[in-house]
């Protein structure tokens, strides 16, 4: 059954700090109508302008993910967008009062309570999700990155990390289904290793860090007086190196909490897609950089599948709308020039005809006597005449109407058509039909392939 898409019952509300910038920062979660997207708002900004979360907006990737659009900037975004796209959020507006989310408890956690305590409802148009259907490899042979994607029924991830860490080591975390998010991903926290902190201050990075938003690794004992410093640094009255490797004796939420979080991270930046994804992720060693570039080839070949046509569904064995006679009684045209022989489904803006072509066909005689292949303008006159039908199925009388072709544009001839091809047409309205004037959008498709397209507008007249 097909998925409704959803967005919150209720605007909700977080006040924190921003992890690098350090300032205090208020971000609202509103719901927003079908087809909208996840898109971020800087309130903070006379203009307000709008940033979509989507791939293509991704400018860096150092220790958070960034999104800019026309000069403006919204950082450290993964956590809530992992928190909208593992509870089934698919539209959002998310208005913020400075350049970067609040960090929170580094983890997701918050989020997804208040997504819960505000409740998702179910909107009337349909989710459409990219569905992986052949393996997809991206490698960074530099770092041995490497995240593989292969065609599932469902959304599930698997992430693998190695940071040559005794404390660390070798940690694998799996989703196995996204309705596991909430409790087994969500609560995971952003982790740091002690000896990248220097380099992260120098780099005005993690002013807003703190022990209780993140995870800090140290792998060896560290001089008291170091710790001093770094007590003073985060406005801590001490800090201590717990035997386990952790600062401040930290308990961690799960043994494999630093690969959890990875997944985390993973489930945020691949919403960048913009359309949830149906197959399964094995990353080895994700980031958010190489997390961000497979969910730009990822939308670019999703954009390319929205832009697919749909192929009507044909069982031979499911009986006509319209059988060839009912079609007679609907047209004006009979042989050699009917070129509809059923009509298979019909609604108010779209109707699907089927033509089987044979050899018996008399225009074969000339064209051509050795590479038999129907004429496109017959292709298109035949198109036309299943749209002919979805206008004169809908008026009383169809005997007295005629209708006639004012203008075709954009006609495309992706195959031939041969002698035992079977023709599906689907004509769909573009436009209401307004003075008797029609526009509709033509294909027709042999098997799984268009093998043409149009633009048609007729004008339907009374003759009788």
């Known amino acids: 059954m097909q998925q409704k898409q959803q967005t919150l019952k209720s605007k909700i509300s977080f006040t924190g700090r921003g992890l690098h910038t350090g300032l205090q920062v208020e971000m609202t979660?509103?719901?927003?109508?079908?087809?909208?997207?996840?898109?971020?708002?800087?309130?903070?900004?006379?203009?307000?302008?709008?940033?979509?979360?989507?791939?293509?907006?991704?400018?860096?990737?150092?220790?958070?993910?960034?999104?800019?659009?026309?000069?403006?900037?919204?950082?450290?975004i993964e956590h809530v967008l992992a928190a909208l796209s593992g509870m089934g959020v698919d539209n959002a507006l998310i208005k913020v009062n400075a350049p970067e989310a609040p960090i929170m408890d580094g983890s997701a956690r918050d989020y997804v309570d208040a997504i819960i305590k505000a409740g998702v409802e179910e909107q009337a148009e349909d989710?459409?999700?990219?569905?992986?259907?052949?393996?997809?490899?991206?490698?960074?042979?530099?770092?041995?990155?490497?995240?593989?994607?292969?065609?599932?029924?469902?959304?599930?991830?698997?992430?693998?990390?190695?940071?040559?860490?005794?404390?660390?080591?070798?940690?694998?975390?799996?989703?196995?289904?996204?309705?596991?998010?909430?409790?087994?991903?969500?609560?995971?926290?952003?982790?740091?290793?002690?000896?990248?902190?220097?380099?992260?201050?120098?780099?005005?990075?993690?002013k807003g860090g703190d022990f209780d938003n993140a995870i800090v690794i140290v792998e060896k004992p560290v001089p008291q007086e170091e710790l001093n410093r770094l007590a003073s640094v985060f406005n801590k009255p001490t800090v201590e190196r717990a035997p386990e490797g952790y600062?401040?004796?930290?308990?961690?939420?799960f043994m494999n909490e630093v690969a959890r979080h990875k997944l985390l991270d993973l489930v945020g930046d691949l919403s960048l897609v913009g359309f949830p994804i149906k197959g399964k992720v094995i990353a080895n060693k994700p980031g958010h950089q190489i997390n961000t570039e497979v969910a730009r080839q990822l939308r670019k070949i999703a954009k390319k599948e929205m832009q697919k046509p749909t192929v009507p569904p044909y069982d031979p064995n499911v009986p006509p709308v319209y059988d060839i006679n009912e079609v007679k009684k609907l047209l004006p045209h009979r042989p050699p020039f009917l070129l509809v022989d059923k009509i298979i489904s019909s609604t108010a803006d779209c109707v699907v005809g089927v033509k089987n072509v044979t050899m018996n066909e008399p225009f074969f005689v000339g064209h051509f006597p050795d590479e038999p292949v129907m004429?496109?303008?017959?292709?298109?006159?035949?198109?036309?005449?299943?749209?002919?039908?979805?206008?004169?199925?809908?008026?009383?009388?169809?005997?007295?109407?005629?209708?006639?072709?004012?203008?075709?544009?954009?006609?495309?001839?992706?195959?031939?058509?041969?002698?035992?091809?079977?023709?599906?047409?689907?004509?769909t309205l573009t436009e209401p039909i307004r003075r008797g004037i029609v526009n509709m959008l033509g294909q027709a498709f042999v098997g799984d392939t268009l093998a043409c397209e149009g633009e048609l507008t007729a004008q339907v007249v009374k003759t009788k």
């Open 29 to 76: 979660v509103e719901p927003a109508p079908a087809n909208h997207g996840i898109k971020f708002q800087r309130i903070d900004i006379t203009e307000q302008p709008v940033i979509e979360a989507i791939a293509d907006n991704v400018t860096a990737t150092s220790r958070g993910t960034t999104l800019e659009k026309n000069g403006v900037k919204i950082s450290t």
């Open 247 to 253: 600062l401040n004796h930290l308990e961690l939420r």
């Open 375 to 427: 004429p496109g303008v017959l292709v298109i006159e035949a198109m036309a005449q299943v749209g002919g039908i979805l206008v004169l199925g809908s008026v009383d009388n169809p005997e007295d109407y005629s209708t006639y072709f004012l203008k075709i544009n954009n006609v495309k001839f992706k195959r031939k058509i041969v002698p035992g091809d079977t023709l599906i047409f689907k004509l």
């Open 127 to 206: 989710r459409w999700c990219f569905e992986i259907k052949e393996k997809f490899i991206y490698t960074d042979e530099a770092s041995g990155k490497e995240i593989i994607l292969l065609p599932d029924d469902k959304l599930s991830m698997e992430v693998m990390v190695d940071f040559n860490s005794k404390v660390v080591g070798n940690q694998y975390a799996r989703l196995n289904d996204i309705s596991e998010f909430a409790t087994e991903v969500a609560p995971c926290r952003t982790f740091v290793f002690l000896h990248e902190l220097e380099p992260l201050f120098k780099n005005n990075l993690i």
